[in-house]
């Protein structure tokens, strides 16, 4: 198992060391610059160049022969279509890069009626063409996307397989996503949007999972993956390491360890099982994310608070430290009952024991009433301005006002607590979750 430049996990499980899988590292969607693999050609024709090569001699085709037939809700486009859509990939219209390939924003011709006709915004995602693991994701993206369709997923319009192009095309999604916003915009995102988002996010994860016709595990929940339309409406994206569930009596899949340090469920990690509660403990990971303004992995802070899970957890137990766990960002304009039981919700969520984990229904009804909580300014607390200052001032000299003593590194946290005996959360819900003592037969 080993960990590539992106902060994503590639390994092998136990049980499938002796399966044909392909070796190499993979990388998910990011942003301009990010990518160190990335072998594009570029052109120097002027100032805008292009990026997409069409000279089929520069790479193989993967499936020469192959004919491969796709849902019929899509959309299949040519390659020359699709030039034309971005105009000819220039530089000027990339929106994002990854592993997988560069994605161009492009106009596409609607017909509206029969005497209108209207062009709409689109994203075109390119497949790296020197990575068959890119062709598996852009196979699996295909698959999923042409068969589910649901307002919390990202609707995929088409696709281009033609020689040893590959391409999708989905619809362009104005707000980008919810990383952007949480940690590299200026302004915050205020509380009512936080919970909007990861409202939309689980009702996402819960059609995969209970919904569907034939049950999804995403494997890759994180907020990268999380879009937003121009109504801060979530929606799911890249399918690319999405799993069918278990089936009949499995409680599992086996499968290569693929997917993000912080946001992978550990059991998965240690084993290579999968289970619908891998994407339970993800979404944990996220909601804790959007309470606190912290992403789940980094290394700019204390070694103590890298992970941020393991840094929350003994403040997750302790109702007198909820205001530690807020982002200062916010000012205190959050609802304290609605933080206090989004709390609760992300605790169960990031159980040890997967099967105390709720199932995703449960977390959409758990997290619904939220929805109808005002932003109550909580700023005039005495405990949340001793916060406000701490966070202002991390290295205070008033011993009386601040404790000197760091906190402990995860692990002597983690030390005092069972993975099989988790204390009840001290935040009670709003809607009821299994208690860890109730039986819970689910995968």
Same mark, same amino acid.
């Given at each position: 198992?080993?960990?590539?430049?992106?902060?994503?996990?590639?390994?092998?499980?136990?049980?499938?060391?002796?399966?044909?899988?392909?070796?190499?590292?993979?990388?998910?969607? /990011?942003? &301009? *610059?990010?990518? !160190? =693999?990335?072998?594009?050609?570029?052109?120097?024709?002027?100032?805008?160049? +292009?990026?997409? #090569?069409?000279?089929?001699?520069?790479?193989?085709?993967?499936?020469?022969?192959?004919?491969?037939?796709?849902?019929?809700?899509?959309?299949?486009?040519?390659?020359?279509?699709?030039?034309?859509?971005?105009?000819?990939?220039?530089?000027? /219209?990339? &929106? *994002?890069?990854? !592993? =997988?390939?560069?994605?161009?924003?492009?106009?596409?011709?609607?017909?509206? +009626?029969?005497? #209108?006709?209207?062009?709409?915004?689109?994203?075109?995602?390119?497949?790296?063409?020197?990575?068959?693991?890119?062709?598996?994701?852009?196979?699996?993206?295909?698959?999923?996307?042409?068969?589910?369709?649901?307002?919390?997923?990202?609707?995929?319009?088409?696709?281009?397989?033609?020689?040893?192009?590959?391409?999708?095309?989905?619809?362009?999604?104005?707000?980008?996503?919810?990383?952007?916003?949480?940690?590299?915009?200026?302004?915050?995102?205020?509380?009512?949007?936080?919970?909007?988002?990861?409202?939309?996010?689980?009702?996402?994860?819960?059609?995969?999972?209970?919904?569907?016709?034939?049950?999804?595990?995403?494997?890759?929940?994180?907020?990268?993956?999380?879009?937003?339309?121009?109504?801060?409406?979530?929606?799911?994206?890249?399918?690319?390491?999405?799993?069918?569930?278990?089936?009949?009596?499995?409680?599992?899949?086996?499968?290569?360890?693929?997917?993000?340090?912080?946001?992978?469920?550990?059991?998965?990690?240690?084993?290579?099982?999968?289970?619908?509660?891998?994407?339970?403990?993800?979404?944990?990971?996220?909601?804790?994310?959007?309470?606190?303004?912290?992403?789940?992995?980094?290394?700019?802070?204390?070694?103590?608070?890298?992970?941020?899970?393991?840094?929350?957890?003994?403040?997750?137990?302790?109702?007198?430290?909820?205001?530690?766990?807020?982002?200062?960002?916010?000012?205190?304009?959050?609802?304290?009952?609605?933080?206090?039981?989004?709390?609760?919700?992300?605790?169960?969520?990031?159980?040890?024991?997967?099967?105390?984990?709720?199932?995703?229904?449960?977390?959409?009804?758990?997290?619904?009433?939220?929805?109808?909580?005002?932003?109550?300014?909580?700023?005039?607390?005495?405990?949340?301005?001793?916060?406000?200052?701490?966070?202002?001032?991390?290295?205070?000299?008033?011993?009386?006002?601040?404790?000197?003593?760091?906190?402990?590194?995860?692990?002597?946290?983690?030390?005092?607590?069972?993975?099989?005996?988790?204390?009840?959360?001290?935040?009670?819900?709003?809607?009821?979750?299994?208690?860890?003592?109730?039986?819970?037969?689910?995968?």
């Amino acid at each position: 198992m080993a960990l590539n430049g992106e902060g994503d996990i590639v390994g092998t499980s136990k049980a499938n060391k002796k399966k044909d899988r392909p070796s190499g590292c993979w990388m998910k969607l /990011s942003f &301009i *610059g990010s990518c !160190g =693999f990335l072998k594009s050609k570029l052109s120097t024709s002027g100032k805008n160049k +292009s990026i997409v #090569s069409g000279n089929a001699s520069s790479s193989r085709n993967i499936n020469d022969g192959v004919e491969m037939q796709f849902s019929s809700n899509l959309r299949r486009f040519s390659f020359s279509e699709l030039k034309s859509v971005t105009r000819n990939f220039k530089a000027d /219209s990339i &929106i *994002g890069e990854g !592993g =997988f390939g560069i994605v161009f924003k492009g106009w596409l011709s609607q017909v509206r +009626s029969s005497s #209108s006709s209207g062009m709409i915004p689109v994203a075109v995602k390119t497949l790296n063409q020197d990575g068959l693991q890119g062709h598996k994701e852009w196979l699996a993206e295909v698959t999923y996307l042409g068969e589910l369709a649901h307002p919390n997923l990202v609707k995929l319009i088409g696709y281009c397989i033609e020689g040893y192009q590959r391409l999708l095309v989905y619809e362009f999604m104005p707000r980008g996503s919810l990383e952007n916003h949480l940690f590299r915009r200026s302004l915050p995102l205020p509380w009512s949007l936080r919970i909007k988002i990861v409202y939309g996010a689980a009702k996402g994860l819960a059609y995969l999972h209970e919904e569907a016709e034939k049950k999804v595990i995403f494997r890759d929940f994180k907020t990268s993956n999380i879009l937003l339309d121009s109504d801060y409406n979530a929606k799911l994206s890249d399918f690319g390491l999405a799993k069918d569930g278990p089936e009949g009596d499995l409680t599992h899949v086996s499968t290569r360890v693929m997917g993000t340090y912080g946001y992978a469920a550990p059991e998965y990690v240690m084993t290579g099982h999968l289970t619908a509660k891998s994407d339970v403990y993800s979404f944990g990971v996220v909601l804790l994310e959007l309470v606190t303004g912290r992403k789940a992995m980094d290394k700019s802070r204390p070694h103590w608070e890298h992970n941020l899970v393991e840094w929350a957890r003994p403040l997750m137990m302790d109702r007198r430290k909820f205001y530690k766990l807020m982002d200062p960002r916010l000012h205190g304009h959050f609802s304290k009952r609605a933080a206090s039981r989004a709390i609760h919700i992300a605790n169960r969520c990031l159980s040890r024991d997967p099967k105390v984990r709720p199932l995703m229904t449960q977390v959409v009804q758990a997290l619904s009433p939220l929805l109808e909580f005002n932003e109550t300014a909580v700023s005039a607390s005495p405990s949340f301005q001793i916060i406000q200052s701490s966070a202002a001032n991390p290295h205070p000299t008033n011993i009386a006002s601040s404790s000197s003593t760091p906190p402990p590194p995860p692990a002597a946290a983690a030390a005092s607590s069972s993975s099989r005996s988790l204390p009840t959360s001290p935040f009670c819900p709003l809607y009821a979750l299994p208690s860890p003592n109730t039986p819970n037969n689910n995968h």
